[in-house]
Structure formats: C-alpha cells, structure tokens
Nanobody, 114 residues
Framework: QVQLVESGGGLVQPGGSLRLSCAAS????????MSWYRQAPGKEREWVAG???????YYDDSVKGRFAISRDNAKNTVYLQMNSLNPEDTAVYLC????????WGKGTQVTVSS
C-alpha cells in the first residue's frame, strides 16, 4: 500500500528554519518525481520544489535560495529544508509522488509568526 507521511511542521519565528520530512512506503522515492506543495488558507495549492529520479532539483522563485529539497534513498524519505522563513510561507505543506500515477500525503502545518 502506497503511503506518504509528512512531518516536521510547527510554529517558527520569522527568520527561523524547519526541516520537513516525507516518509514513503509502498514504492521507491528514487524512481519517482517527488515534489513539495503548499496550500495557505483561502489560496490554491502551489508547487514549491521538486526532485527528479536523476537527482535534479527545481524550485519556485518564491523559495529559491531559501529552501532545499533532498532525498535519502536508504530511508526512502524526501526532505525540505526551509530557511529564512517569513509569514508568507505559512501553509500546509504536502508531499507528492508522481510517475504514471500520483500520490499525496495529508500534509504538515507550518506557521511562521512572531
């Protein structure tokens, strides 16, 4: 059974950092395109960052230079390191796996506030 479980969210002050994890089961993350998305209250879901099976990474301009996506094949887990957080980064962060089919996790809440 395919499952994606996000963790690592929480409350952080502006300028702070968090590392999100997306633990996968039922498939191998290194063979899928893995992405992080986020959805703020009242807004549409937006793509944040992605890592392809060959290791190439891509970022939305709003997070470029602040966020870093990575993958640990041994742990079958994808990470999102988030630095220099600001209130506009507040959202539920979701993990997505895509090859032919797509799978989503349920998300983890990130709140940036003083």
């Amino acid at each position: 059974q395919v499952q994606l479980v996000e963790s690592g969210g929480g409350l952080v002050q502006p300028g702070g950092s968090l590392r999100l994890s997306c633990a996968a089961s039922g498939f191998t993350v290194s063979t899928y395109a893995m992405s992080w998305y986020r959805q703020a209250p009242g807004k549409e879901r937006e793509w944040v960052a992605g890592i392809f099976s060959d290791g190439r990474t891509y970022y939305d301009d709003s997070v470029k230079g602040r966020f870093a996506i990575s993958r640990d094949n041994a742990k079958n887990t994808v990470y999102l390191q988030m630095n220099s957080l600001n209130p506009e980064d507040t959202a539920v962060y979701l993990c997505r796996a895509y090859r032919v089919n797509q799978y989503w996790g349920k998300g983890t809440q990130v709140t940036v506030s003083s």
